[in-house]
């Protein structure tokens, strides 16, 4: 089965198509945050794996707090990062009352102020919230058969009952990427994304 499923996705890459994954509001935590929400000495603990390997959804949860509502059970996704980080979608911001710039994921400084509560305490936390930017995640042989480098910037049309083209994609070439588009919520809403989804890369 798994080698049927490698044929498939390979001629979909020979294809110039990547899988779209609807990524929903989540939590990155230091180790230094998972033990001020978790408590001394608390770890993530790894419920299931995601599709980028080594990545998991932690069974921890957390509230997010902001001035004008709140998110309970917000999902926290391993492993634990240098810098903690809310990805959230422009709905989300707009719920909470939240300042979340577009930014690419890890680029956090001078973002969006929110609170984060977690069992065994509460965060304030000056910087960290962002609407991520929409990217594709690449393998390096990947990022030959495409001809793509880091960093490019390309356009997606989603193949969707309702067609919408997504300019200004992020590619990230790394040798422990699995080949994904990654769109937040509100984007798969406004393209009518449901199951598995194929996206064309233009130039």
């Known amino acids: 089965m798994k080698e049927i499923v490698s044929a498939v996705m390979d001629a979909i890459h020979s294809a110039g198509m990547v899988e779209v994954e609807v990524s929903a ?11 001020f ?3 001394p000495g608390a770890t993530l603990t790894n419920k299931r794996p995601l599709s980028q390997p080594g ?8 509230t997010l707090i902001g001035p004008k509502g709140t ?9 634990v990062r240098s810098a903690t980080q809310v990805e959230l979608s422009q709905s989300d911001a707009m719920a ?8 690419e994921s890890g680029d956090v400084k001078g973002s969006g102020a929110i609170t984060i509560q977690g069992p065994c ?3 304030e936390l000056k910087e960290g ?15 030959i058969r495409f001809n793509l480098k880091d960093g490019q910037r390309v356009s997606v049309a989603l193949m969707t009952e309702r067609p919408v083209v997504f300019k200004d994609v992020i590619i990230r070439v790394s040798s422990h990427f699995s080949c994904k588009m990654h769109i937040d919520v509100d984007e798969a809403n406004a393209a009518m994304v449901h199951g598995f989804t194929l996206g064309k890369i233009i130039r």
């Open 96 to 103: 909470l009352g939240v300042k979340a710039p577009l930014r």
């Open 37 to 39: 929400l978790f408590g």
């Open 129 to 143: 919230a962002i609407v991520a930017h929409n990217h594709i995640h690449v393998t390096a042989p990947d990022s």
């Open 71 to 79: 998110k309970e059970r917000v999902a926290v996704l391993g492993p």
């Open 25 to 35: 509001r989540h939590v990155h935590l230091s180790q230094e945050h998972v033990e």
């Open 121 to 123: 305490g509460t965060l």
């Open 55 to 62: 990545q998991f959804l932690a069974e921890q949860r957390v």
